[in-house]
């Protein structure tokens, strides 16, 4: 019996390694899993759609995995424009029940949402793009590439160049018509389960000379190291144009400007046994211990390619400030059985008994008083680490896309209390339900969070949710504040970016205690979750994470973007 279980362990094991070993395998179930994630629509408003216009594609001799869906088809250094739908209601891909027209010809769908038509290398001309379904509806773009862009040297040199990834990269570019705005991205070919693909590592704002440094191969896309030994250097300039096309749910117009050349990569960086990066963000963990309880700060940032330092933002929206009591009344059984014998008999006695908790219950207005005041000690507390601007919540209300935000209930009852500041909504869903209606395949700048930053003309947005529970052994609300910062796109793939994620939690202050330290009647309620407490935790943790940032790397990277 050992025997055979043992082998079976030995079976599923070498199975298991030769499906993460063998890159064949992999593509062979990246293709059944995009197959089976890939629907049909005839409604366009159900889509995202994103229009490229891609000139100087890198060569088949890099074995990108992109190079072989197009098989022999594929041609170096030619152009391409190319569309690709995915689904904006929902989980996937999508093909067009109906016709994709490029510069007037159909073009059939490859795989995976995807359609695409050559071009040559000295066809730079504007492509309109013409999308028609079986339902007669017809939505239609036009496109055109950027200026190219060119790698002249790479940390000094022009032929062969060796990057060390234990060292800043120096590039020399050369690209028509740039400017302050123009940004491009830096990638390597990397090897992700068995899947030889170009993975970016840094996306910035365009010069001719730069010093990237070297914390940014540990700052990927997704967190995989750069192959070592023979590889390719691309470089991406790209523009980036959100549009709102009638009848379509989200578009957006890329143009692409490539530049690819070899190169040899030394250096190693630590990895974890699955083969991806280590040491992968910041994550901060401290309690703070004092006479009447204690709190505990865990925040975590995404590594910088996700996560945005705060010095990078100027000015901000508070668009969810919410704080939920739950728990307010509480009951629980005991159940004892006594059993007692006489001549021929037996009784049994089964007694329950059950005994109810209830935290007092108060007027609107204090809770009210505890969400003014959290708020602004909120504020101050970012105000006096930062140097930003919070935006009105008025004006916040009124952009188009906080409309479509989950509202927060006000009430106040025996069981629970649910209040938001000046009538905020929830950013970010708190319900099995509201997670499912929020999911999206859609693209980066049609995030929620990317079309409010961009509506509201600020650097980010701020989510809070204050939850307090009353804990069974005494007459405390133990508070639990949840923070989110997101900040737009980097680039046009990786959105929201985050500055700061979180929680802070700890014990409040049983209910008598509270009264007696209350110097007016409105302090009890913030003297019972401990609030001075709660917000010194909340700046202990902000100055950790500022020196995280400081030390890794994050604010020299963001500064070059």
């Given at each position: 019996m050992f025997k055979s279980s043992l082998k079976r362990i030995i079976l599923f094991i070498t199975a298991v390694s030769l499906l993460w070993s063998c890159g064949s395998i992999m593509k062979q179930v990246g293709n059944l899993a995009g197959s089976l994630l890939t629907g049909t629509t005839k409604d366009l408003n159900e889509a995202?759609?994103?229009?490229?216009?891609?000139?100087?594609?890198?060569?088949r001799a890099t074995g990108d995995v992109a190079t072989e869906y197009f098989e022999n088809t594929w041609r170096d250094g030619a152009n391409m424009v190319y569309v690709n739908l995915l689904s904006r209601d929902g989980v996937g891909m999508l093909k067009v029940d109906g016709q994709v027209m490029i510069d007037g010809e159909?073009?059939?769908?490859?795989?995976?949402?995807?359609?695409?038509?050559?071009?040559?290398?000295?066809?730079?001309?504007?492509?309109?793009?013409?999308?028609?379904?079986s339902t007669g509806q017809e939505a239609s773009f036009t496109v055109t590439p950027p200026p190219p862009i060119k790698i002249k040297k790479v940390n000094g040199t022009a032929e062969n160049p060796v990057i060390d990834i234990s060292k800043p990269l120096r590039l020399e570019l050369e690209a028509d018509q740039a400017g302050r705005q123009t940004e491009f991205s830096v990638a390597l070919l990397s090897d992700v389960m068995g899947i030889r693909t170009f993975l970016e590592y840094g996306t910035f704002k365009y010069k001719n000379k730069m010093t990237i440094p070297a914390a940014m191969w540990y700052n990927a896309i997704t967190p995989y190291a750069p192959v070592s030994g023979q590889n390719w250097l691309r470089v991406e300039?790209?523009?980036?144009?959100?549009?709102?096309?009638?009848?379509?749910?989200?578009?957006?117009?890329?143009?692409?400007?490539?530049?690819?050349i070899p190169v040899n990569v030394q250096g190693a960086v630590e990895e974890t046994w699955v083969g991806t990066m280590d040491k992968q963000g910041i994550q901060v963990s401290e309690k703070l211990e004092s006479n009447d309880g204690w709190m505990e700060v865990t925040f975590n940032k995404p590594n910088a390619y996700y996560g945005r330092p705060m010095s990078s933002g100027k000015k901000f929206?508070?668009?969810?400030?919410?704080?939920?009591?739950?728990?307010?009344?509480?009951?629980?059984?005991?159940?004892?059985?006594?059993?007692?014998?006489?001549?021929?008999?037996?009784?049994?006695?089964?007694?329950?008994?059950?005994?109810?908790?209830?935290?007092?219950?108060?007027?609107?207005?204090?809770w009210e008083n505890l969400v003014n005041r959290l708020y602004a000690d909120f504020e101050k507390i970012l105000m006096d680490n930062y140097q930003i601007e919070l935006i009105p919540v008025e004006r916040v209300k009124q952009a188009p896309s906080y409309q479509a935000l989950h509202p927060i209930e006000d009430k106040v009852s025996v069981v629970e209390v649910e209040k938001s500041y000046k009538g905020t909504k929830n950013l970010i869903p708190t319900t099995l339900s509201e997670i499912v209606k929020d999911a999206s395949s859609t693209f980066a700048y049609d995030r929620k969070d990317s079309r409010l930053i961009r509506e509201l003309g600020?650097?980010?947005?701020?989510?809070?949710?204050?939850?307090?529970?009353?804990?069974?052994?005494?007459?405390?609300?133990?508070?639990?504040?949840s923070i989110r910062i997101s900040g737009p796109p980097n680039g046009y793939k990786a959105g929201p970016t985050i500055y700061l994620q979180g929680l802070v939690n700890g014990s409040g202050l049983p209910l008598d205690e509270a009264k007696m330290n209350a110097d007016y009647v409105m302090d009890v309620l913030p003297n019972v979750i401990r609030e001075k407490e709660l917000m010194r935790a909340l700046a202990k943790g902000i100055n950790i994470i500022k020196k995280e940032e400081a030390s890794r790397a994050y604010d020299a990277l963001w500064a070059l973007k």
């Open positions: 995202a759609i994103s229009v490229y216009f891609m000139r100087n594609v890198y060569p159909v073009v059939p769908h490859l795989k995976n949402g995807f359609y695409g038509k050559w071009l040559d290398p000295d066809d730079v001309s504007p492509k309109k793009v013409v999308i028609r379904t300039r790209f523009d980036v144009m959100p549009t709102n096309v009638k009848g379509v749910g989200a578009t957006q117009i890329i143009g692409q400007a490539l530049d690819c929206a508070m668009v969810s400030f919410s704080v939920r009591a739950t728990r307010l009344r509480q009951q629980r059984s005991s159940t004892s059985t006594n059993t007692s014998y006489g001549p021929g008999y037996k009784i049994t006695t089964t007694t329950t008994t059950t005994t109810t908790r209830t935290f007092p219950t108060l007027p609107d207005a204090y600020v650097d980010g947005l701020i989510a809070v949710t204050i939850d307090l529970e009353m804990p069974w052994e005494s007459f405390s609300l133990t508070p639990r504040m």
